[in-house]
């Protein structure tokens, strides 16, 4: 008997997961089945290229430190986006090591069984946790991050932190090792923002649940965390001061990707800002969308629902963690409207908040709010034996809508009062198409509210069941997958050069060129035919520019440093090839005439439009000839800069005292991921220059004995050689990693210590 008893809630636990995993997963199979990739933008130009790199790794049981494809090369673990060590991701390299969508899909379903727990964890029914979940884990900004995949791990885990925090009103120490575990969670998700607000609103939610002591133990918790996370916490930290993000950010950067005040009826119904089926430019976003560089939203879409909102403001009311959550929520959508209410000014004035970009990241905690009070509101529906005002707002809120739109006089008068007339008639047809996609699914929700003939639970169900129709065909508005049949990549591996391979550059690709009106009018298959970063790593070839949020500073002020020669300068960094689509634009065809002067055309593809030079370069391995020295970073590079001009090819170092120099020949040279050997000789004490990023944490060794690496250029790695033939090995040993691996096992020593004292006061002798 006991040991059924026992059995029982890991059965049902089981059941529950995979009652969720099949609700998320069902709206997601038509694209899967037609092989289409659920994300796009960032997930397919940074994240599924990165990802062999990281599955390979842990399948591995090691680390994936260091990329050496882009930029001359750049550590990949410190950055933290990608979520190395996130348990989604580690599950998911066993599991479905070759499947970006089965990560994808791997986070969705986290982010369902957390909203569920949470609810739970608050009292709510089944059917209410049920809608919490689905409204959450499907919600239109939810699902967008498909996108973007650090940002979808975050909002996966999310739930997880609060539930684990709120759980730490009960007493022990099993809740504070949960809690411990669930922060860490979140830091390995590399989403710091929404570790952030996680953290605090957990907090905040132990507390009303428990008291000081009850935020005593979530405090101690979250210290257990960050000690679990900190082999990732530890070196994205040390990274981050080495980047562009230490800089800080300008006003602009703030108010990029807000949350428009105009898109709030998007929360309602889906599309304003995009479609269906939406176009590389997006015209009302353009319109509306506020300060921002590009012409596509953060998020595809924000939608949640019309009976979802009324439900929320249902519960909003119904206690005292409910009234909180509504206060959270309110400051939520004030922060995400960014400079719209003077938000981001106020928030500039903290001291880690104002390095945080795109206000409307927000949405994410925000939306997981009114689930949450949906949940509560629904119970509330339920629970009384009053008629309820929710049906009769939701028909009127319909009926007004429809007015609004239809013929849409009244909305076009608005836009025309705020001077945006022209667009008026494709913002009407994007709410149209939402609005008539919805209005079923709101009318039978309102329906089943409205009756009093069925029992409790059924109705409850039934509402559940209708929230997540309605999130199931929202979700075109949220995932666009890149068209299918584009030729990709694959094609450079008919590039030929000596080792360790080609090294490319795409001068058209129009990132760090001024903006100019067909600054996107690049297709995605051209893009990805281009080999932008990190498109180049899967095949195996270098690209000399790349992409990240955390460009290294050294990287950065060389990048800006070679002005409008970039292109002519960078064969001194071992480019190989340059790699264009056709000009088009002023700006484009003068960078494109630089960079392939001298060249040759060797191959083409996508038809023709896109076609790869061979360049004169300097070799990735070479002796200096002659060398010179500064002793900081910045006399480095105007040292620089003066031999540039100059058109010699003397390598500058950043050191007290200047190198010598001697003739030699490199006689091979092997890289790997995170170390390279390259064998040569020298007729003397000589300089060997290798073309990959000087980086702290990379050691050398020639012939077994260590020797230092000097900064060579301002950005690549300079090593002194003596006389004779040698073997200098390189490896990347950053020390902040052997740091962080310590405090994570002082988190597990203490996670253990805690189950253990928890374990004997429950079962004392």
């Given at each position: 008997m006991r040991t059924g008893a026992s059995i029982r809630p890991a059965i049902r636990a089981l059941a529950v997961a995979g009652f969720?995993?099949?609700?998320?997963?069902?709206?997601?199979?038509?694209?899967?089945?037609?092989?289409?990739?659920?994300?796009?933008?960032?997930?397919?130009?940074?994240?599924?290229?990165?990802?062999?790199?990281?599955?390979?790794?842990?399948?591995?049981?090691?680390?994936?430190?260091?990329?050496?494809?882009?930029?001359?090369?750049?550590?990949?673990?410190?950055?933290?986006?990608?979520?190395?060590?996130?348990?989604?991701s580690v599950v998911a390299?066993?599991?479905?090591?070759?499947?970006?969508?089965?990560?994808?899909?791997?986070?969705?379903?986290?982010?369902?069984?957390?909203?569920?727990?949470?609810?739970?964890?608050?009292?709510?029914?089944?059917?209410?946790?049920?809608l919490a979940a689905v409204a959450y884990a499907l919600s239109g900004f939810v699902a967008s991050m498909t996108d973007n995949l650090v940002f979808l791990a975050g909002s996966a885990t999310l739930p997880w932190v609060?539930?684990?925090?709120?759980?730490?009103?009960?007493?022990?120490?099993?809740?504070?090792?949960?809690?411990?575990?669930?922060?860490?969670?979140?830091?390995?998700?590399?989403?710091?923002?929404?570790?952030?607000?996680?953290?605090?609103?957990?907090?905040?939610?132990?507390?009303?649940?428990?008291?000081?002591?009850?935020?005593?133990r979530a405090g101690l918790g979250v210290g257990l965390g960050a000690l679990l996370g900190a082999v990732q916490l530890v070196p994205a930290l040390v990274h981050v001061q080495r980047t562009v993000r230490k800089l800080g950010l300008d006003e602009a950067s703030r108010a990029q990707w807000a949350l428009s005040a105009w898109r709030l009826p998007e929360f309602a119904i889906p599309g304003l800002f995009g479609s269906r089926t939406p176009a590389v430019a997006f015209p009302v976003f353009r319109a509306l969308g506020g300060p921002t560089e590009y012409t596509i939203p953060f998020a595809a879409s924000v939608h949640v629902g019309l009976v979802t909102l009324l439900l929320a403001l249902r519960g909003i009311r119904a206690d005292r963690t409910s009234r909180l959550l509504g206060v959270i929520a309110l400051l939520l959508l004030w922060l995400a409207l960014g400079p719209a209410l003077s938000a981001s000014q106020a928030s500039a004035l903290l001291p880690v908040w104002g390095k945080f970009r795109y206000a409307e990241k927000l949405v994410g905690p925000?939306?997981?709010?009114?689930?949450?009070?949906?949940?509560?509101?629904?119970?509330?529906?339920?629970?009384?034996?009053?008629?309820?005002?929710?049906?009769?707002?939701?028909?009127?809120?319909?009926?007004?809508?429809?007015?609004?739109?239809?013929?849409?006089?009244?909305?076009?008068?608005?836009?025309?009062?705020?001077?945006?007339?022209?667009?008026?008639?494709?913002?009407l047809d994007a709410l149209r198409e939402g609005f008539w996609i919805g209005l079923p699914f709101h009318a039978a929700a309102a329906a089943v509210l409205a009756t009093t003939r069925l029992p409790t639970v059924p109705r409850g169900w039934l509402v559940a069941g209708i929230t997540w129709g309605l999130a199931a065909v929202s979700l075109p508005w949220a995932i666009h997958p890149p068209p299918a049949g584009c030729e990709g990549p694959g094609w450079?591996?008919?590039?030929?050069?000596?080792?360790?391979?080609?090294?490319?550059?795409?001068?058209?690709?129009?990132?760090?060129?001024?903006?100019?009106?067909?600054?996107?009018?690049?297709?995605?298959?051209?893009?990805?035919?281009?080999?932008?970063?990190?498109?180049?790593?899967?095949?195996?070839?270098?690209?000399?520019?790349?992409?990240?949020?955390?460009?290294?500073?050294?990287?950065?002020?060389?990048?800006?440093?070679?002005?409008?020669?970039?292109?002519?300068?960078?064969?001194?960094?071992?480019?190989?090839?340059?790699?264009a689509a056709p000009p088009s634009g002023a700006a484009d065809a003068k960078a494109l005439s630089i960079a392939i002067d001298g060249g040759t055309p060797v191959t083409t593809a996508a038809g023709g439009r896109v076609t790869a030079w061979a360049v004169p370069h300097r070799a990735w391995?070479?002796?200096?000839?002659?060398?010179?020295?500064?002793?900081t970073p910045q006399p480095t590079l105007e040292r620089l800069q003066a031999i540039l001009a100059a058109g010699s090819d003397e390598?500058?170092?950043?050191?007290?005292?200047?190198?010598?120099?001697?003739?030699?020949?490199v006689l091979s040279v092997r890289r790997g991921r995170e170390e390279l050997t390259v064998e040569a000789r020298a007729a003397g004490?000589?300089?060997?220059?290798?073309?990959?990023?000087?980086?702290?944490?990379?050691?050398?060794?020639?012939?077994?004995?260590?020797?230092?690496?000097?900064?060579?250029?301002?950005?690549?790695?300079?090593?002194?050689?003596?006389?004779?033939?040698?073997?200098?090995?390189?490896?990347?040993?950053?020390?902040?990693?052997?740091w962080g691996l310590a405090l994570s096992a002082a988190g597990l020593v203490g996670v253990a210590v805690l189950l253990v004292l928890g374990r004997r006061r429950a079962y004392p002798k």
């Open positions: 969720l995993a099949l609700a998320v997963s069902l709206p997601l199979l038509p694209w899967i089945h037609d092989g289409a990739l659920l994300g796009a933008r960032d997930t397919v130009r940074l994240y599924a290229p990165l990802r062999p790199l990281v599955v390979e790794s842990i399948r591995s049981f090691s680390l994936p430190l260091w990329n050496p494809f882009e930029g001359t090369g750049h550590p990949l673990l410190a950055e933290g986006i990608h979520g190395v060590l996130h348990p989604v390299a066993w599991l479905a090591p070759s499947s970006m969508n089965g990560l994808l899909v791997g986070y969705l379903v986290a982010a369902a069984l957390g909203a569920w727990l949470l609810a739970r964890s608050l009292g709510r029914s089944p059917a209410a946790a049920f609060l539930a684990a925090l709120r759980a730490c009103r009960l007493p022990g120490g099993a809740p504070v090792a949960a809690a411990g575990a669930a922060v860490a969670a979140a830091l390995l998700a590399g989403d710091a923002q929404s570790s952030g607000v996680g953290v605090l609103v957990g907090l905040a939610l132990a507390a009303e649940g428990g008291g000081r002591r009850a935020l005593l925000l939306t997981l709010c009114l689930a949450l009070l949906a949940a509560r509101g629904l119970d509330r529906e339920l629970g009384t034996g009053r008629r309820s005002w929710v049906p009769a707002a939701v028909a009127a809120m319909l009926a007004l809508t429809a007015l609004l739109l239809w013929p849409g006089a009244v909305a076009g008068w608005v836009l025309g009062l705020a001077g945006h007339e022209e667009i008026a008639p494709a913002a450079l591996a008919r590039l030929r050069s000596d080792p360790p391979g080609p090294r490319i550059g795409t001068p058209t690709m129009r990132e760090y060129l001024p903006a100019h009106p067909d600054a996107w009018r690049l297709t995605w298959c051209e893009y990805s035919t281009l080999a932008i970063p990190a498109l180049n790593a899967p095949v195996g070839v270098d690209q000399l520019d790349l992409y990240t949020g955390l460009d290294p500073i050294r990287f950065a002020r060389v990048w800006n440093a070679l002005g409008e020669e970039r292109w002519r300068h960078l064969r001194r960094f071992g480019l190989t090839h340059v790699v391995a070479l002796f200096a000839r002659s060398a010179s020295s500064a002793s390598v500058v170092i950043q050191a007290d005292a200047t190198p010598a120099t001697a003739p030699g020949e004490p000589a300089l060997l220059v290798v073309n990959d990023a000087w980086w702290p944490g990379w050691v050398a060794r020639v012939d077994g004995s260590p020797v230092p690496i000097l900064p060579a250029d301002v950005l690549v790695r300079g090593v002194p050689f003596p006389a004779g033939r040698h073997v200098v090995e390189m490896s990347y040993q950053p020390p902040e990693v052997r």
